[in-house]
Nanobody, 124 residues
Framework: QVQLVESGGGLVQAGGSLRVSCVAP????????MGWFRQAPGKERAFVAG????????FYADSVKGRFTISRDNAKNTVYLQMISLKPEDTAVYYC?????????????????WGQGTQVSVSS
């Protein structure tokens, strides 16, 4: 059974930093493109960042470009999202997801597996 488990969320002040992680035991991790999405209250789930199977390619939403960095460690079946210069509007539940076959990382419908999410709250 494939599970994606996020961790590392929490409460941070505006301007602060946080790193969230997602481990995927039971997944042939290196065969999957990985993505981070977020969902704020009353809003649809939205793409944040994605990374190719080898980690050689990344893509970011404009709203987080230059502040967030996605990375992965295939030996540990783990993908990370490092967040700096956090803003109150970054407050959301953050989800990781895995896609076996995908062209555009933003294509939410192409992700096969999802984690349960981790809450990130940024106070002003």
């Amino acid at each position: 059974q494939v599970q994606l488990v996020e961790s590392g969320g929490g409460l941070v002040q505006a301007g602060g930093s946080l790193r969230v992680s997602c481990v995927a035991p039971g997944l042939t991790f290196s065969s999957y493109t990985m993505g981070w999405f977020r969902q704020a209250p009353g809003k649809e789930r939205a793409f944040v960042a994605g990374i190719t199977r080898t980690g050689g390619g990344t893509f970011y939403a404009d709203s987080v470009k230059g502040r967030f960095t996605i990375s992965r460690d295939n030996a540990k079946n783990t993908v990370y999202l490092q967040m700096i210069s956090l803003k109150p509007e970054d407050t959301a539940v953050y989800y990781c997801a895995a896609a076996k076959s995908i062209v555009f990382m933003t294509d939410i419908g192409k992700y096969d597996y999802w984690g349960q999410g981790t809450q990130v709250s940024v106070s002003s």
